[in-house]
């Protein structure tokens, strides 16, 4: 009965979404394990493997915003979800015939991650229309929770069926969640209501070649929307930036094992659970703009510790405290922020919105990646893990702007305490 508390096509988007991302979370880092594993890849094609296919992909993905926008979301939805299951299984494919690149990985990476930036906008519009504002909080909650739940449980058995089926066989697993997704969203039986290329026409109007960027322009025209994905784009791009940097110190010089490693990120998702489940309360208590900004500066907090780690039992410790700290904010912080985006955004931009604030954070997470890299390479790893927890520190600056602005979301909670 939890499952159909928002409503049964709630519950079929949501079970849709929990497939498709454990299928995910199974297949972390699928790729370049076969690239080492399989095709002996060397560090330069690896690197490659992890930032330029989604780079490519954000970039496939900025004319798809209006596509999105003017067309049905659930149609969109099972087509990408049906493009990346066909693209994933060519991977298998071409690995049991012996064909199988680099170049091919690369390919799927980038059709994949275009597919992801264009689900993403279509289900943040498809969400807007099939609930009411005041029930979208707990709904971005529990894609949140099981967002952390697939991210806790997934990479380690990921881990263990390629130990025992082989290499492929997580992205077989990933590409038949994408299937079980679009059988699943298959099932809503909510009637959309006209997109808005449609109602367009309707009015006598015209869409004009500037539509392609009016996501962008209302980001980046909003007074609460500009800080908030600035500063998205940073935390996001800084946290992921020092992972490859803190990998190396963890693995290499301090001598963790594979399994503590894993151990040191998988427990610590615990957090995530917890924040997102106390997300709704927190609101409730304190309205929505003091969590966003509370939760907003104190995820900031936690990442210059990762640069005082030592081997060890309390090395380990250390880096599993950061980590939980740091995914209980971000679990509280998450479905705040995508509730907020989405009662500020119109529900004919609302698409192409979110393809802006999805292609903009990927292209910030791999331009950091990269120069991070780089700096980790001249300065040593635990230099540049210090940087990149230094430079989060200031990120909450970002978020002055909002404090002052009165948000719908502070004023659609208001009303709902006083008529509480």
């Not at 490693?261 to 917890?274: Q, R, S």
């Not at 331009?367 to 989060?392: C, E, H, S």
């Amino acid at each position: 009965m939890v499952r159909w508390a928002l409503g049964r096509d709630f519950g079929w988007l949501w079970g849709a979404y929990a497939v498709s991302a454990f299928g995910t979370r199974l297949a972390f880092d699928a790729f370049p394990l076969i690239a080492v594993l399989v095709l002996h890849a060397g560090p330069a094609e690896v690197a490659a493997l992890a930032a330029v296919g989604p780079a490519v992909g954000a970039l496939l993905a900025v004319p798809l915003g209006p596509w999105v926008e003017f067309r049905r979301k659930r149609p969109v939805m099972i087509t990408a979800d049906l493009v990346r299951c066909a693209v994933l299984l060519s991977v298998p494919v071409a690995y049991w015939l012996g064909g199988l690149g680099v170049g091919q990985l690369l390919l799927v990476s980038a059709v994949v991650a275009a597919a992801d930036i264009s689900f993403t906008a279509a289900s943040g519009a498809f969400l807007k229309s099939l609930l009411p504002p005041e029930r979208l909080l707990a709904a971005n909650g529990r894609f949140e929770s099981t967002s952390w739940t697939a991210t806790m449980l997934g990479p380690p058995l990921g881990g263990a069926a390629i130990g025992l089926f082989g290499p492929v066989v997580t992205v077989v697993a990933d590409a038949v969640s994408y299937l079980m997704s679009a059988a699943g969203l298959r099932a809503i039986r909510a009637r959309e209501p006209a997109p808005a290329r449609v109602t367009a026409a309707r009015d006598g109007q015209r869409l004009r070649a500037g539509d392609l960027l009016a996501g962008w322009r209302h980001l980046f025209a909003h007074p609460v929307l500009r800080p908030l994905f600035l500063n998205a784009a940073l935390v996001n791009g800084l946290i992921m930036a020092a992972s490859p940097p803190l990998a190396v110190l963890m693995l290499g010089p301090l001598g963790f094992a594979p399994w503590q490693y894993a151990l040191a990120f998988a427990v610590p998702c615990v957090g995530g659970l917890i924040g997102s489940r106390l997300a709704p309360r927190l609101v409730a208590r304190y309205g929505r703009r003091r969590v966003l900004l509370g939760t907003g500066v104190l995820r900031a907090c936690w990442s210059l510790g990762l640069a005082f780690v030592g081997p060890g039992v309390a090395g380990l410790a250390l880096v599993m405290t950061v980590e939980l700290g740091l995914i209980a904010c971000a679990g509280v912080f998450n479905p705040v922020l995508a509730t907020t985006r989405l009662e500020l955004t119109p529900t004919d931009r609302v698409a192409r919105t979110l393809s802006a604030w999805s292609v903009g954070t990927k292209a910030s997470v791999a331009a950091l990646t990269a120069l991070w890299g780089g700096l980790a390479a001249l300065t040593g790893p635990r230099t540049a893990i210090a940087l990149a927890g230094a430079l989060l520190l200031a990120t909450p600056l970002l978020l002055l702007a909002v404090r002052h602005a009165e948000t719908a979301a502070d004023r659609a909670a208001a009303g709902i305490t006083e008529a509480a």
